[in-house]
């Protein structure tokens, strides 16, 4: 009978000599715990495996494989890693007992043992092991809810990038936890002109999840005219107050005019977005007036930069988890290798640089895991005979816990 079969917990008694295992059940049959008994370490394993005891009372020296050897295949399997086992020996030399410690044992009686001392043991380990199963339990609870809550965060993004006449786009997305505060979408408006909104909310929590959650909300209900980054950016950050002023969000707005080629972008807290012109064949933030952070107080007015692309062009607009991601040596990336990423760029496709920024990024972290979330959003204005115009925009949708592309 398994565990699982009832409540009662159980202990695997091991020792060679039937006297010592009747000593041991006198012993702990007062405990109210159900107890096991092998003779051998061979039926020890086969019990453990099947039975999974709460805890299991060793010894060390019997025929076949020793007590040691028990231990250690005990905790080289996976199904009974997780038992604590207490030896009980004769051998009580300093060696013997770091040598069961070491192969994973959680104690070390010698023998001849008193029996209030067993007692006192298994009592103490039973209690550690119970604690650890329910904190088990409940770090299984939580990882359950928290892909949930990722799934939930997902779905708020875009499913897809728009195909726009002579621009093509791509994003890429990534949480340093299981669901982080960046946010990015887009808006297509009647007359032909795209919005552009990133935004980026205090931490990597779950306080950032939910600003992050609503700002979607007030950005897709925005009532105002979502052609005017300026108005938007305003109404969202009024809302952002009444509601929360313990945390704060970063935001860029952008509405681009495809047969104008006209961007107008409104910027709050936000990094400013990186041009690179095809003309200079260099890159550079773009001058763009900004206002505070989102959340703290309203705004007076919110300032509004124009600028105009030309074919060949490339816009990437990014949250700070891009520029601070750090190496083992406390560097961070920085916005000026970010530059050098697009200007050596060697393909038009936007998905094309993207990948290669994160691989940079990857190289450059070393292994060491990102300590906030990441978004990049790129535009690329087309060339006469540049970027296939077959070629549909491309979302790559990376997300750290679980991972999923698109």
């Known amino acids: 009978m398994s565990e699982t079969d009832n409540n009662t917990e159980s202990i695997l008694l091991v020792d060679d000599q039937p006297a010592n295992l009747q000593m041991l059940f006198q012993t702990l049959e007062r405990l109210g715990s159900r107890l096991l008994f092998a003779k051998n370490g061979e ?103 928290l892909q949930i809550v990722s799934q939930l965060q997902r779905d708020l993004l875009p499913d897809r990038l728009p195909s726009i006449h002579g621009l093509k786009m791509a994003v890429h997305y990534e949480t340093s936890r299981y669901a982080g505060g960046d946010y990015y979408d887009i808006a297509e408006l009647p007359d032909g002109r795209i919005a552009v909104f990133v935004a980026d909310a205090e931490g990597h929590s779950a306080p950032a999840t939910v600003l992050m959650a609503m700002t979607c909300t007030l950005f897709r209900s925005c009532p105002v005219d979502m052609g005017r980054p300026d108005r938007v950016i305003a109404y969202i950050n009024d809302n952002l107050c009444k509601v929360n002023r313990d945390h704060f969000v970063t935001a860029i707005h952008t509405v681009y005019h495809p047969a104008t080629r006209l961007l107008q972008i409104a910027r709050a807290g936000h990094p400013p977005p990186i041009l690179y012109r095809y003309a200079e064949r260099s890159a550079a933030e773009l001058p763009c007036e900004g206002v505070l952070i989102m959340g703290i107080t309203p705004y007076d007015g919110v300032p509004l930069t124009e600028v105009t692309l030309q074919p060949g062009d490339r816009l990437l607009f990014y949250t700070d988890g891009i520029t601070d991601r750090f190496n083992d040596r406390g560097d961070a990336y920085g916005a000026l290798r970010l530059m050098q990423q697009i200007e050596a760029a060697g393909s038009d496709a936007p998905a094309d640089i993207l990948a290669k920024i994160v691989e940079d990024i990857s190289r450059f972290a070393d292994g060491r895991p990102a300590d906030d979330d990441q978004a990049m959003l790129i535009m690329a204005v087309e060339q006469a005979g540049g970027i296939a115009s077959n070629c549909s925009n491309e979302a790559g949708l990376y997300f750290s816990k679980p991972s999923s592309s698109t």
């Open 43 to 145: 039926t020890a394993l086969g019990i453990a495996q099947k039975a999974h005891p709460n805890l299991i009372l060793l010894d060390v020296m019997m025929p076949g494989i020793n007590g040691f050897e028990v231990c250690r295949r005990l905790k080289a399997n996976p199904d009974t890693r997780k038992i604590p086992v207490i030896f009980l020996s004769a051998l009580d030399e300093t060696g013997d007992k770091v040598r069961g410690l070491q192969l994973g044992a959680v104690d070390y009686v010698a023998k001849p043992f008193q029996p209030e001392e067993v007692i006192a043991r298994v009592n103490t380990h039973l209690t550690i092991h119970r604690l650890n199963t329910e904190v088990q339990h409940q770090r299984d609870e939580l990882e359950r809810e």
